[in-house]
């Protein structure tokens, strides 16, 4: 890795899927027809290279067109993959399918372990000959969603505003100025609304004729192979959803409470939601490139791991954090397998999300920087995305004890709404998921019925929320606003099971921080070498699904939250 170029010069070029096809075959036939398991495992070393090197390419046209959704160069490329990558994964599947009926299994299970032959079970599931005219659509109707966003213009008081910079007006001391701006952030979606719906119906029937094609009732089950769920299933995420609303709803309501007392108002309104202090928010202090400069000395007194991990995305230009025009509105980390090298991409503007944004990411990023040197399949580099979401929330509380270098005096401040945005966000999460099952499960669903479904749940999970009429809104359209909905069906739940796990080594690190992060470190290191549940235990966590779970965290959360007079800030 010291020879690594930086980012600028990672060379990109288009994979010809025929060249492609030929390599992949070659490979895959030595692999089907090795006499001994040192042949094959030559033959899958050169198969894991090829994979390497299409995925590298595919994230390097990802990252640069997220960057620049102008771009005409990048744009075609997005498409091009678009188009190429359900073939793509035909390759991969037959290659699943030859890894699954190797006479050399056991072999290779003690050398990969179960989980490489787990996910290749549920790769199966999801894919077979004949759908990829199905899949090529379903990826240009998510990239014609991600677009509409990512070019979205706002006009506002004779400025033009994008989604992401027109937040900080959206937290404006002045609540008349909040809610002009959050109404005008919403006649942009009332506007959208009649090619947003229309863009989801289509997916939703098109990903129910995909389910059914493979042998499917509907999605639900397809959704979660997907998401490579291999240890619980519907059920169990519905007995979670029912902990959340028995035990998370009324302590955010609470929050809420305390925050309409807060600000002084007679009753809350959406547009005041995240307006959290009289005072002001938290903002964090410095430029851009003073923040990053802070996270290098957090990073570098965090620990030797991340002081090497952070100084290796600096040094190679691995970060995209400031907001423009045209630059897709989203924070995210991929990962660069030809170079070892995680990216992140965000859109800093000039709130404590930003802040928010960079430890959450960057706990990705150290997860694949780890265990992208210990593994050699890119099945193994990420986890699935439950437990992903592990490593980045826990990261934003393993940073606690610096936020003092980017909200000096405001730092007890940020904690406060830092922890109870976590709480917030919770029912959000659980909503969303609850939404996806009913839409797959009654795919003929008009969008006027899928609107009014989304506001049924609004009333169970967020039964404090007041759109102040609204009328887009009150009549359900804020899931449109929720790109996992379109883009990763079933993904956003996984927020929240991480969140839980989060918290406990929030509580855990508060007692005995080398104890908690030498867990944390390990299952960084162990990647996606293990399912969900077994990667909770290997971290000496509870899982989110037992009984329990949720309310062993509660207790030391509310302790924390009483410990606080809000009302000085």
Known sequence: ??????????????????????????????????????????????????????????????????????????EAENDYFDTQLPAYEALNNRFFKALIATPFREALEQKFGKQLFTLADLALKTFKPGIESALQKENALSSEYTKIKAQAKIEFEGTTYNLSNIQPIELSDDPKTRRAAMQARWQFYAA??????????????????????????????????????????????????????????PLAGELYERQRVRLGLEKMTYYDEEYKFTSGNPKPIGTPE???????????????????????????????????????????????????????????????????????????????????????FDEYHWPTSDAAEIHSMSMEFFTWPWMEL??????????????????????????????????????????????????????????????DGNTFLENGGYWQKQGHIFNSPFYYIDYTLAQICAFQFWVRDRH?????????????????????????????????????????????????FASVDDTKF
């Open 1 to 74: 890795m010291t020879d690594t170029p930086i980012f600028e010069h990672f060379a990109y070029q288009r994979p010809d899927m025929v060249a492609v096809e030929a390599e992949f075959n070659t490979q895959l036939l030595q692999f089907e027809t090795a006499e001994g398991f040192d042949a094959q495992y030559a033959a899958l070393q050169a198969l894991n290279t090829q994979r390497e090197e299409f995925w590298t390419m595919y994230n390097l046209s990802y990252i640069r067109h997220s960057s620049n959704t102008n771009d005409a160069f990048y």
């Open 192 to 249: 959208q609304a009649p090619v947003v719906e229309g863009i989801f119906e289509e997916m939703v029937h098109l990903r129910h004729q995909i389910s059914q094609d493979l042998g499917y009732k509907n999605f639900v089950e397809v959704g979660y192979a997907r998401m490579r769920r291999s240890d619980y299933t519907p059920d169990m995420v519905a007995n979670y959803r029912k902990q959340i609303r028995e035990l998370i709803v």
């Open 290 to 376: 003073e923040i990053v400069a802070n996270a290098a000395k957090m990073y570098h007194a965090l620990s030797p791991q991340t002081d090497a991990f952070f100084q290796f995305m600096q040094k190679t230009h691995l970060m995209d954090l400031v907001n423009r025009d045209g630059k897709a509105p989203m924070g995210y980390c991929t990962y660069l397998g030809k170079y070892q090298a995680p990216f992140i991409f965000s859109n800093f503007n000039g709130t404590s999300g930003d802040i928010d944004v960079l430890t959450h990411e960057a706990g990705h990023a150290f997860q694949v920087w780890s265990s992208g040197q210990q593994f050699e």
């Open 406 to 467: 980017f909200f000096g005096p405001d730092t007890e401040k940020y904690h406060f709404m830092h922890l109870g945005n976590a709480i917030q966000f919770l029912p959000y999460g659980v909503a969303v998921d609850e939404f996806q099952h009913i839409v797959y499960e009654n795919p003929d669903m008009t969008p006027a019925e899928r609107n009014a479904a989304w506001s049924a749940l609004e009333k169970i999970y967020l039964p404090h929320r007041n759109y």
């Open 512 to 560: 005995n921080h080398a104890d908690a992060w030498k867990d944390y470190v390990a299952l960084c290191q162990a990647g996606g070498s293990k399912s969900f549940l077994d990667l909770v235990k290997l971290a000496n966590l509870r899982s989110p699904f037992e009984d329990g779970s949720v309310e062993s965290v509660v207790g030391e959360i509310r302790k924390f």
